[in-house]
């Protein structure tokens, strides 16, 4: 068992022909993802590492069963190609476009809320993230996959590289990964912390979880009141951006918004008073798990 | 981008939101009387074009009765050092002032559009209590604060745009005025990819709705499809700033002494906090990218190393997209180019990170190594000593 993708996952790429889209699906299938198929408007009919291409991502749903979709399309195509996904039936969809504008983003929100009141389940994860693995089993983006391995731990983070770092050091003293998602860096985005502790908690592969944020917005508050409310699991939290300077990237009304969250000391107090336990020195998250996981006998 | 008030207001203006009598931008004080007579009648306002808000409390804005006294004024505030609570003790230089004619006040509104995360919308705060800072309100006034969410697809509906006028105590005979600004106003959010637009204050006049101070926050992202806003100075970003963007780099100056070079925003902060927690201070914010080439990492140095505060450099860089063979050679290529005469510690991890450091030692270049961030920030701040 494993969140959101496993050995039998099938994957459409949209982009698949790009350079981005090319080296990544190769690291995929090469670690023993079913990528079914592929998506590059006018290059249906052609084979691009041994796999179909299509025009559209109906046609590659249609003849491949595929139900899920990972996209590369670049960012001012990006929010139209997820809506494609949505259109042609896929129920997870993994976007690792970066840079994709944020009305954009509001947009593709909408039309995903519309199919959802229709009876539709959907998963978005992204955009501007690195994608889902499940170590073992799926590798769904461009993290690199040798880093990790099997294990207990959920991982789910706002960035990329920070969370190979954490991932690194996990495996490093031994602790596998049940799943690590990477939610993206955008402000608007598919899957939440909340989200995505959510499926953990009810994941029996996975034990603990360790969840990465940062500064801005606040979905690590609100993480924060769901694991205190209904999650059974340790957390153990880090938040990137203490040494960040402020009001270069937070407009006034927008931390009204906020109602005062979104800084690095209202999240951390958040996640403290909610009982994750907080990691201050992000070399030190692999060894915090790895001391909660076998306290010293007495 | 921060737009400055004048810009912001140029753009509604086009909209069809109403403001005041424009006389334009000075930065000279020769140039004021022809800024008066276009600007109309007395009296005058003299507004400091700084992205800072709070500018009337610290002597930002002031009001002229006569050209004698606006001419006093405007030689003053030309090149004064402007300090308001929102530039964190650190003094503006004013090089510029909008020259307004004066406007009938009635009542003051506040209103702003902003991109809500969680409502994953843009969403009208709205208050009945405007000229106030926003801030103060919210923590002293909240019943006061009207919330409203937009449709990104339809924009502000007319029955929303009326509700909102009676919410906000609109005089009957301005409420199809104030839904007209409220409805531009939106659109205007919308159409230039804003992630703020601020209007504060809104106000009534006699005769109806006016946009007395503007302030606007644009989507970088969204620039490919913004020609106008594209051609824009960024006024907020320092010269070093400017030539990072140009190259496709993320970066942002801070003050202390360790520049930094990682790929990926999240890692970036962790590394700056890393440095911090070791006893240090980072020089500066800089995200390479998730598709960094030689070409890249050159430039990055060179502005990392163009920061005379930096006394040593740290490159972090965690492989995913970015191969660390690359990288390595990257450095050494740059090396080449660049007389490198602070230490330099490296610390790769992740693809092809074995060949990055057989890069590295080969290339004879003086690199202090490290495997953990930790060692490699402890490195970077002794050698900063």
Redesign the interface.
Known sequence: MAIILDKDSKIVVQGFTGSAGSFHAQQCIAYGTQIVAGVTPGRGGQTHLDRPVFNTVHDAVRSTGAFVSLIFVPAPFAADSIMEAVDAGCSVIICITEGIPVLDMARVKRYIQQAERGGRELTLIGPNCPGVITPGECKAGIMPAFIHKPGPIGVVSRSGTLTYEAVDQLTKRGLGQSTVVGIGGDPINGSSFTDILAKFEADPATEAVVMIGEIGGSAEEEAARFFKEKMTKPVFGFIAGKAAPEGRRMGHAGAIVEGGAGTHASKIAALRAAGITVVENLSEIGETVARARKPLAA | MKLLEHEAKAILKERGVAVPPNGGVIAKTAQLSAALKRAGKAPWVLKAQVLA?GRGKAGGIKLAKTPKEAAVLAKAMIGMDLITH?T?GQAIKVKELLIEGGVKIERELYF?V?????A????I?ASAQGGME??TL??EKPEA?I?MTV???VGLRDFAARRLAFALNVPNDRVGEFAKTAKALVKAF?DL?A??L?INPLILTPKGVMALDAKV?T?D??L??QPVLAKMKDH?ATALENEAKAADISY?G?DGSIGCM??????A?????????AGG??AN?LDVG??ANEERVTKALKIILKDKKVKAVLINI????VKCDMIAAGVVGALKKIKLKVPLVVRL???NVEAGKEILRKSGIPVIQAD???DA?KKAVEAAK
Do not use: C, Y
């Not at chain 2, 902003?114 to 969680?118: F, G, I």
């Not at chain 2, 965690?318 to 997209?321: A, L």
């Open positions: 808000g929102q964190h702003s902003v991109m809500d995360r969680k994953a919308a843009p969403a705060i926003i801030e919210a923590s604060i919330r449709d990104p697809v919308i990819d992630s703020m601020e926050i989507d992202n969204a490919f499809r907020e942002v801070l990682v790929n990926g925003a999240g890692l902060m962790g590394t700056m906090d890393t440095i911090a927690l201070s980072p914010f998730g598709t965690f492989g995913g997209i991890q992740g693809t953990e961030l930790w920030a």
